[in-house]
C-alpha cells in the first residue's frame, strides 16, 4: 500500500520545480500588503506600428471566453501571446531585455529592480505569459524550438530591434536554452538564473546524478503527467488529499533564506486545488513540465557560444544551498560550456530573484559586467 509520504514525494515535483510568483489576479493584493524594492514602471503604451499584429487589432473572442485585460500580439499560427511592458519607454531605451517565467508562473513575476536603476541605465523590460499560461494561447505543438520562435516573434512585432538581452528564470531556462540553439544572432546576453537541468541530457555523468532522489521524482511524476494525467489531475484535486501542500508546510525543497522569501509570498497561486481543477492550468503546467523534461533536440553542453567575438556573455546564476537544482549540476555543465560566466550565491536556495539585491546584482552583471567577489566560486569547489 502507498504511504502519504509516497504519494506526497511524487507528487512534489510540481512544486520543486515552481519559481513562487504572483499569479495576476492576485498582483494588487500582493502589492498592498507586501513592502517591496521598487519595481520597474509599467511601460507608457505607445502607437501600435504597421509590423504590429496585436490584440486590438485582431481580436477574436467568443462567447465563453473569459475576458482579456492584457495587450496580446497575434503570432503568425493564429496564437494570441499576452506580454507586460516597464522600465522606460522601449523608443528610449539603451538596454532592452525580455524575461522568461518559469513553471507555475507568469508575466506578473516579481524582478524588482531601484527605479534609480532603471532611469539611469534605460532599461526596458518585456514580460510575457509563455504559450497555455495567463492570457496566452497553448500550443498543441509545443516544444523547445517553438518556444524560441514565440520569443522572437514577440520581439518582431514590438519592433525592440535586432538584438535584446534575456533572462530565463528556473523553467523558464528551457526557452532560453532554446535561444541560445536556434536564435543565437538575436542575441546581446543571457542570463539564467537557476536553470532547471534535465536528467535525460546524455553529458551527465552517472556519477553525478546516481541517487539523486530529484531524479527519481522527475521520472516517475514525467510518466503519471505523460501516460494518465487525467488520473494525475483527479488525485492532486481530492479534498483528502494534503500532498499538494507538503512543499509549504515542509521546507524540503527551500534553504533557510528561500523559507524567508515565501513568507512575504503568496505561495503556490497556480497549485491550489480549485486552480489545479480547471483544466486549463492543470494542462499548461503539464505540457511545460513535458517539454522541460522529456527529449530534447540538443544537449546544451554541446552548444556554440552565441558571442564568438566574446562581445557579450551567457551567465548562470545558481544558488548554492538550492535543493532543487544541485549546484554541484550548475558547476559541471559551466565547466562543459568555458563560455559561459558562473556565479553562485553561497547562502541561496531557488527563490533567488525574491531575494533583497539580487535582480540588481543579475543585471548589472549582465549589462555592465559588474560582479561583486561574493558570488565567484572559489576553484576548491569545482566539480571534477
Given at each position: ?276 481543477r480547471e483544466r486549463v492550468v492543470f494542462d499548461a503546467l503539464r505540457d511545460d513540465f513535458l517539454v522541460c523534461f522529456g527529449n530534447w ?88
Amino acid at each position: 500500500m502507498v504511504s502519504k509520504r509516497s504519494t506526497g514525494l511524487c507528487i512534489c515535483p510540481l512544486g520543486m520545480v515552481y519559481q513562487t510568483t504572483q499569479n495576476p489576479a492576485q498582483q494588487n493584493t500582493l502589492q498592498q500588503n507586501t513592502p517591496q524594492m521598487n519595481t520597474p514602471q509599467p511601460n507608457t503604451p505607445q502607437p501600435n506600428t504597421p509590423q504590429q499584429n496585436t490584440d486590438q487589432q485582431n481580436k477574436i473572442v467568443s462567447p465563453e471566453d473569459p475576458p482579456v485585460s492584457s495587450s496580446r500580439v497575434r503570432l503568425s499560427d493564429g496564437r494570441y501571446l499576452a506580454y507586460t511592458e516597464k522600465g522606460v519607454p522601449r523608443n528610449k531605451a539603451n538596454h532592452k531585455i525580455i524575461v522568461v517565467h518559469g513553471f507555475g508562473s507568469s508575466k506578473e513575476m516579481s524582478f524588482q529592480l531601484p527605479q534609480e536603476l532603471i532611469e539611469e541605465l534605460g532599461i526596458y523590460f518585456l514580460l510575457f505569459d509563455r504559450a497555455g499560461y495567463g492570457e496566452s494561447d497553448p500550443n498543441p505543438k509545443r516544444s523547445l524550438k517553438s518556444e524560441a520562435f514565440d520569443i522572437q516573434e514577440l520581439a518582431d512585432q514590438l519592433c525592440i530591434g535586432p538584438k535584446f538581452y534575456l533572462i530565463g528564470v528556473s523553467m523558464g531556462s528551457c526557452p532560453t536554452w532554446g535561444c541560445i540553439k536556434y536564435i543565437p544572432e538575436r542575441l546581446a546576453g543571457v542570463s539564467l538564473v537557476v536553470p532547471v537541468v534535465n536528467y535525460r541530457w546524455r553529458s551527465l555523468p552517472e556519477k553525478l546524478i546516481k541517487g539523486d532522489y530529484r531524479r527519481t521524482l522527475v521520472q516517475l511524476f514525467f510518466w503519471f503527467a505523460k501516460h494518465i494525467p487525467r488520473l494525475l489531475q483527479w488525485w492532486v484535486t481530492q479534498d483528502w488529499n494534503s500532498s499538494m501542500n507538503v512543499v509549504e508546510r515542509k521546507p524540503v525543497f527551500f534553504s533557510n533564506r528561500d523559507t524567508e522569501a515565501l513568507k512575504k509570498s503568496t505561495g503556490f497561486p497556480m497549485l491550489t486545488k480549485d486552480k489545479l481543477r480547471e483544466r486549463v492550468v492543470f494542462d499548461a503546467l503539464r505540457d511545460d513540465f513535458l517539454v522541460c523534461f522529456g527529449n530534447w533536440e540538443f544537449d546544451p553542453t554541446e552548444l556554440s557560444s552565441p558571442f564568438p567575438q566574446n562581445e557579450s556573455s551567457v551567465q548562470i546564476w545558481q544558488g548554492y544551498e538550492d535543493k532543487v537544482v544541485p549546484f554541484e549540476l550548475q558547476r559541471y555543465i559551466s565547466g562543459k560550456l568555458p563560455w559561459i560566466k558562473y556565479y553562485e550565491v553561497p547562502d541561496g536556495g531557488h527563490l533567488l530573484v525574491h531575494y533583497s539585491g539580487l535582480c540588481e546584482a543579475i543585471t548589472r552583471a549582465l549589462l555592465l559586467g559588474e560582479v561583486n567577489p561574493l558570488y565567484i566560486p572559489s576553484t576548491s569547489k569545482t566539480v571534477p
